[in-house]
């Protein structure tokens, strides 16, 4: 059996693996991976990868996974690398820009007598850069909150999936980017359709809440995905309750009102409720009858990645309900609200966990091409 070592100079955290597992690929061999090191402060989203099992990984998996047909394991150690390459052949990545040199898996397979070989990736032009730039000839566009820098380079999996299924749907719409920290509510005046994306950098929160604010105030349809479904119903707060006031915890500890809050800390009328403090990893909602959501996956449960900390606040969800906020999916025994929707919208649909990270070329995600489908009354 053979250890095979890809050496990948990229130093783009959305690439992480990806020349590998199209190696893996070619090969019909395993892929495993090292623990990597990537700089958080200039890339907050560099692990954003949620492995099927639980934990985060290098956001780049998520490109692996699509060209691999399967989920990605964590990153394994030297020893369980070489356990695997003594029965089979093996594909690893090896990415000197995120801290990893091979040094220990040479010398282990040299000691172990197991074959070892090298190839250089192919430049970052090559096949294993899925996400291409979508034609700019319409008038109208997607509005993508967040940098394009973060979606190309960083995090890709939003990008992807919204590319996915306008290619599914042979729509001839561009995609813009729009940075989160910019204020001008202008830069939205063209928009079919807004993208509220996930991610853990906080200095996004105000800005996709400007966005929300304006989607609700124009009509305009709107998805949010996990960070973009708190911001969302957090602009829904404000401008539908006329609570100016409201904001995530996690965004302003201070705030008077807090529409998410931590789930570790939640408290019911019998005690402490037994919530995970950090929940990651693949799991089934409950879809509520009768709501856009359930129409759309024609399901009693939906099967989708989560990762957070945070949840909608019990203290807030009944007021929303009342100003006909929609609770869509919910899980631990409807305590966690996964999913939000507003009936007197075009589309307003927000969900907790990350459909962006199931989806393959062929299958986008149902709620993606829902989105999609409602933009075209706007083109």
């Known amino acids: 059996m053979t250890l095979h070592l890809v050496i990948d100079h990229t130093a783009r955290p959305a690439r992480f693996g990806a020349a590998a597992a199209v190696a893996a690929l070619r090969r019909g061999a395993g892929f495993m991976h090292l623990p990597a090191m990537f ?63 091979g040094r220990l898996l040479r010398e282990g397979a040299l000691q172990a007598g197991i074959p070892i070989d090298e190839e250089i990736a192919a430049p970052e032009e ?7 730039a979508w034609p700019t ?46 204020s001008d509510a202008a830069l939205y005046e063209d928009a079919a359709g807004i993208l509220l994306p996930g991610g853990s950098d906080m200095g996004n929160v105000p800005g996709q809440i400007r966005a929300a604010r304006f989607a609700l105030a124009r009509g305009v349809p709107v998805l949010g995905l996990c960070l973009g479904m708190q911001t969302m119903t957090t602009a829904f707060a404000q401008s539908v309750l006329g609570d100016g006031m409201v904001n995530l915890a996690e965004a302003d500890p201070e705030a008077r009102t807090k529409s998410f809050v931590a789930m570790a800390g939640d408290i019911t009328a019998d005690g402490p409720a037994t919530l995970p403090e950090h929940r990651t990893g693949d799991a089934n909602v409950d879809l509520v009858a009768g709501t856009r959501l359930a129409a759309l996956m024609g399901t009693q449960t939906m099967r989708v990645r989560c990762n957070h900390r945070f949840h909608l606040a019990p203290s807030l969800r009944r007021d929303l309900q009342e ?44 709620v993606f091409l829902a989105f999609l489908l409602a933009t075209r009354d706007n083109l």
């Open 39 to 101: 700089n958080l402060a200039a890339h907050p989203d560099a692990e954003q990868y949620v492995h099927a099992a639980g934990g985060l990984g290098p956001s780049g998996l998520y490109f692996a996974e699509r060209i691999l047909g399967r989920p990605i394991a964590a990153a394994a150690s030297v020893p369980e690398i070489l356990s695997e390459a003594r029965q089979a052949d093996v594909v690893v990545p090896i990415h000197p820009s995120f801290g990893q040199d």
């Open 126 to 132: 090559a096949e294993a850069a899925p996400v291409q």
């Open 137 to 182: 000839q319409p008038s109208r566009s997607i509005c993508l909150v967040g940098r394009e820098h973060d979606h190309r380079n960083v995090y890709p999996a939003a990008l992807a999936s919204l590319q996915d299924a306008i290619a599914a749907l042979d729509l001839a719409i561009a995609i813009r980017f729009i940075d989160p920290r910019d």
């Open 323 to 366: 100003a006909g906020l929609v609770v869509s999916a919910t899980s631990f025994a409807g305590r966690v609200v996964d999913a939000v929707e507003w009936p007197g919208h075009p589309f307003f649909l927000g969900l907790q966990g990350h459909p962006e990270l199931a989806p393959t070329t062929s299958a986008p995600h149902p």
